[in-house]
């Protein structure tokens, strides 16, 4: 691999019960796709693909047909009716796939991915990099917290790994850009043990960003912290009685260099799913 670096963007969405309609449409899916199109990913990350094991698959192919982009893996959630579903794809013309494994099988809520990618023309291994794609638990913290901990070995240097990665995923958890609400009582108090710190006695502290915090910790990097540019919130806008904006859904980077970081917030994704995607431009250096 020559000296030029190799830029690429990543994003990570939850696709809310896979775009699929309460009317039996897949309207919100069609917009899904065409707001994907239009980003261009070169790596993308799906967050509650609901149903899309049906017809061998058939959504995630559409979906990846209409962007140029080939499915690594597609997995199931352990926790559930089966149905639900976190994906990663790789565009081809920018990267090529080493391999793939699912981490923590069996004992992730949803699931974590794992693959080795190496970019598009290099020659060695010096540019191969880690993508996972990930859904952490939305029950509590100390589940996301356990959960997280299956990451922390990749925020630094680790035997057999190479020395970059990136963590797409909706992580169920504020990061340290995000204020506490400060008026708990936006948000139900029945979703309080989601997001708060909970005490021996089961009363409630502050917001529990422990799952994010272990991992920046552990190494990982907030880009925002590099482009020095906070970004929107991706949830907080759909339902009507918890209109409190927040940062759930994440990309973590170790060894890589983030140009841009942001939240695609417009009317259209606002109207296509109840989570933002979250898009991050970086550079791969050997």
Same mark, same amino acid.
Not at 210 to 238: C, F, H, M
Not at 247 to 254: A, F, G, N, P
């Given at each position: 691999m020559n000296e030029a670096a190799t830029r690429a963007r990543a994003v990570t969405w939850n696709a809310f019960n896979g775009g699929l309609d309460p009317d039996g449409s897949e309207s919100s899916r069609e917009r899904q796709i065409e707001i994907l199109t239009r980003l261009r990913p070169d790596l993308l990350a799906l967050q509650e693909c609901t149903g899309w094991e049906d017809e061998d698959r058939r959504r995630l192919l559409d979906l990846a047909n209409a962007l140029g982009m080939v499915p690594v893996a597609m997995e199931r959630s352990h926790v559930g009716d089966g149905r639900n579903h976190t994906a990663l794809l790789y565009r081809p013309g920018a990267f090529r796939l080493l391999g793939y494994r699912r981490v923590g099988e069996q004992v992730l809520h949803h699931a974590l991915l794992r693959a080795r990618l190496r970019p598009a023309g290099a020659t060695d291994d010096r540019g191969d990099l880690f993508v996972f794609a990930t859904h952490l638990a939305h029950t509590d913290g100390d589940t996301r917290l356990r959960e997280a901990r299956w990451l922390t070995d990749y925020g630094d240097d680790f035997p057999g790994t190479p020395g970059r990665a990136l963590l797409l995923g909706d992580l169920n958890c504020s990061g340290t850009f995000d204020q506490d609400p400060g008026d708990w009582a936006r948000i139900p108090r029945n979703l309080h043990a989601r997001y708060r710190l909970v005490t021996d006695d089961g009363s409630f502290?502050?917001? %529990?960003?422990?799952? &994010?915090? !272990?991992? /920046?910790?552990?190494?990982?990097?907030? =880009?925002?912290?590099?482009?020095? @540019? =906070?970004? %929107?919130?991706? !949830?907080?806008?759909?339902? %009507?009685? @918890?209109?409190? =904006?927040?940062?759930? %859904?994440? &990309? /973590? !980077?170790?060894? /890589?260099? =983030?140009?841009?970081?942001?939240?695609?917030d417009t009317p259209e994704a606002r109207s296509a799913s109840d989570h933002l995607p979250v898009v991050l431009d970086f550079e791969v250096r050997a």
């Open positions: 502290g502050g917001m %529990d960003r422990r799952a &994010i915090q !272990v991992l /920046l910790n552990s190494g990982w990097t907030d =880009p925002q912290t590099t482009t020095k @540019e =906070p970004r %929107d919130a991706t !949830v907080g806008y759909w339902w %009507d009685n @918890e209109q409190v =904006p927040l940062r759930l %859904d994440h &990309i /973590l !980077v170790r060894g /890589l260099t =983030p140009t841009s970081y942001r939240t695609h």
